[in-house]
């Protein structure tokens, strides 16, 4: 049987090789370690996810992913766009053979990011009392969000590096340390707080999640160090950043309240295990988007390159073959999800079930954001971050509205039914501003 296959493996690969440019193959060399690193990522996060919710219940569960969720709006504040930038002015450095700008640019992340990290986190623990007594009415609340302010400025030194990794082309390295790492090493520390604590707490399980994220930031910073060679003296431009960033920033905040405040917004109308419920639901739909953050990381600095140097059509072929790709397999997803949808939920526990309708309708948002390609990532590395702006605020503006509406008076329903609207309705738009401004056709 092996003898009879190997050949036919071989054949298969050399066909699919012979339908694609010589660019498509390159990203789809680099996702394809990704797409491993994230695979592992994922499954750690679906088991870590899954022993939560059987062993702290939805209730639980739902603090805690409230608390990241809340973190996570708080990070790209402090990262001010910077991670967009940096994998742009890396990438194009790293291909000219210019290490003294990505030094200049990464020690400016570092003073810049790092000290409005400190001062935002200062700030958001003395917050954290106020934010779950009066705002979210859940006194739980409180330990968890205190614990993961904590980390908010290791949090940002280990995107800074994520994204100066993938300006110099080590894309799974890159999608290990935000994909799969942090939760592989979170999974391990609550496996062992389970085998020697009598009974596991919200808090507790925050001090897991606190410890593997400084655990990450310490491994790759020290990977970052031993594999970028700038020795010379690096220094602060943050004026020439920060015009570049303003704009970058904006829409990683707009992208933040729209991937990020549904569960937040739904808090403030919900109670815990309602928002456990969407959690889960949310986080089965969000697998089909896996493929498009790998895909994004490995064609993000081909864009970049490939439109400085003016090669349109090599990068409009690169472009319509991964769309393409990422089309038939994000309609595959979606059908298991209507048709085994209600099985997979299943192994949160039964309660867990009635989120099968947020499942679906989420679902069909993340088909059309698969299918749309790497749209905002073409618009971003092609100098066109203004008008991915306008995009991005247009749509937060809808969402905000759309979320605050149906959640207050359709609970978990219409908090999935205004993700997806606002996610369908801003990648069509993103489609047609590429085409309009770069000359690029998707399709």
Same mark, same amino acid.
């Given at each position: 049987?092996?003898?009879?296959?190997?050949?036919?493996?071989?054949?298969?690969?050399?066909?699919v090789?012979?339908?694609?440019d010589?660019?498509?193959?390159?990203?789809?060399?680099?996702?394809? +370690?990704s797409?491993?690193?994230?695979?592992?990522?994922?499954i750690?996060g679906?088991?870590?996810?899954?022993?939560?919710?059987?062993?702290?219940?939805?209730?639980?569960?739902?603090i805690?992913n409230?608390?990241?969720?809340?973190?996570?709006?708080?990070?790209?504040? &402090?990262?001010?766009?910077?991670?967009?930038l940096?994998?742009?002015?890396?990438?194009?450095?790293?291909?000219?053979?210019?290490?003294?700008?990505? &030094?200049?640019?990464?020690?400016?992340?570092?003073?810049?990011?790092?000290?409005?990290?400190?001062?935002?986190?200062?700030?958001?623990?003395l917050?954290?009392?106020?934010?779950?007594?009066?705002?979210?009415?859940?006194?739980?609340?409180?330990y968890?969000?205190?614990? /993961?302010?904590?980390?908010?400025?290791?949090?940002?030194?280990?995107?800074?590096?994520?994204?100066?990794?993938?300006?110099?082309?080590?894309?799974?390295?890159?999608?290990?340390?935000?994909?799969?790492?942090?939760?592989?090493?979170?999974?391990?520390?609550?496996?062992?707080?389970? +085998?020697?604590?009598?009974?596991?707490?919200?808090?507790?399980?925050?001090?897991?999640?606190?410890i593997?994220?400084?655990?990450?930031?310490?491994?790759?910073?020290?990977?970052?160090?031993?594999?970028?060679?700038?020795?010379?003296?690096?220094?602060?431009?943050?004026?020439d950043?920060?015009?570049?960033?303003k704009?970058?920033?904006?829409?990683?905040?707009?992208?933040?309240?729209?991937?990020?405040?549904?569960?937040?917004?739904?808090?403030?109308?919900?109670?815990?295990?309602?928002?456990?419920?969407?959690?889960?639901?949310?986080?089965?739909?969000?697998?089909?988007?896996? +493929?498009?953050?790998i895909t994004?990381?490995?064609v993000?600095?081909?864009?970049?390159?490939?439109?400085?140097?003016?090669?349109?059509?090599?990068?409009?072929?690169?472009?319509?073959?991964?769309?393409? &790709?990422?089309?038939?397999?994000?309609?595959?997803?979606?059908?298991?999800?209507?048709?085994?949808?209600?099985?997979? +939920?299943?192994f949160?526990?039964?309660?867990?079930?009635?989120?099968?309708i947020?499942?679906?309708?989420?679902?069909?948002?993340?088909?059309?954001?698969?299918?749309?390609?790497?749209?905002?990532?073409?618009?971003?590395?092609?100098?066109?971050?203004?008008?991915?702006?306008?995009?991005?605020?247009?749509?937060?503006?809808? /969402?905000?509205?759309?979320?605050?509406?149906?959640s207050?008076?359709?609970?978990?329903?219409?908090?999935?039914?205004?993700?997806a609207?606002?996610?369908?309705?801003?990648?069509?738009?993103?489609?047609?501003?590429v085409?309009?401004?770069?000359?690029?056709?998707?399709?």
């Amino acid at each position: 049987m092996k003898n009879y296959l190997k050949p036919h493996s071989k054949a298969l690969l050399k066909k699919v090789k012979t339908k694609l440019d010589f660019h498509s193959q390159q990203v789809i060399e680099k996702s394809f +370690l990704s797409l491993i690193v994230k695979f592992i990522g994922t499954i750690s996060g679906l088991g870590l996810s899954v022993f939560l919710g059987r062993t702290i219940g939805s209730s639980g569960l739902g603090i805690i992913n409230l608390s990241n969720r809340i973190v996570t709006v708080m990070l790209g504040l &402090g990262l001010f766009g910077m991670n967009k930038l940096i994998i742009r002015e890396v990438s194009i450095a790293h291909n000219n053979k210019n290490p003294e700008h990505i &030094g200049d640019v990464m020690h400016t992340a570092y003073w810049f990011n790092g000290l409005i990290s400190i001062l935002l986190s200062f700030l958001l623990i003395l917050l954290s009392p106020w934010l779950a007594n009066s705002v979210f009415e859940e006194p739980r609340l409180t330990y968890p969000l205190v614990i /993961f302010f904590v980390v908010i400025t290791p949090q940002i030194f280990s995107r800074i590096f994520s994204s100066g990794l993938i300006g110099i082309g080590k894309i799974w390295q890159s999608n290990l340390v935000d994909q799969a790492l942090s939760i592989l090493i979170t999974s391990v520390i609550v496996f062992i707080a389970w +085998l020697y604590v009598e009974e596991l707490s919200v808090n507790i399980i925050a001090i897991c999640y606190a410890i593997g994220r400084l655990i990450v930031t310490i491994s790759v910073g020290l990977f970052w160090i031993k594999n970028v060679n700038n020795k010379g003296p690096s220094k602060i431009i943050l004026e020439d950043l920060l015009k570049k960033a303003k704009p970058l920033f904006i829409i990683s905040i707009a992208g933040l309240v729209i991937n990020s405040s549904d569960i937040v917004i739904l808090g403030l109308f919900s109670d815990a295990k309602s928002i456990g419920l969407y959690v889960v639901a949310a986080r089965i739909a969000l697998l089909t988007s896996v +493929l498009l953050q790998i895909t994004n990381s490995a064609v993000s600095p081909k864009i970049a390159a490939l439109y400085e140097e003016g090669s349109i059509k090599s990068l409009e072929v690169m472009i319509r073959k991964v769309s393409k &790709g990422l089309f038939f397999i994000g309609s595959f997803v979606f059908l298991l999800f209507l048709f085994m949808g209600k099985w997979l +939920l299943s192994f949160w526990g039964e309660e867990f079930v009635e989120a099968y309708i947020i499942l679906v309708i989420l679902g069909i948002g993340q088909l059309v954001n698969l299918s749309t390609g790497p749209v905002g990532m073409i618009l971003i590395m092609t100098g066109q971050e203004k008008i991915q702006r306008n995009i991005s605020l247009s749509f937060m503006a809808i /969402f905000l509205v759309l979320s605050l509406i149906l959640s207050q008076f359709y609970g978990t329903i219409g908090a999935s039914i205004a993700s997806a609207i606002t996610v369908i309705g801003i990648n069509i738009c993103k489609v047609v501003y590429v085409k309009k401004y770069t000359k690029i056709k998707v399709y």
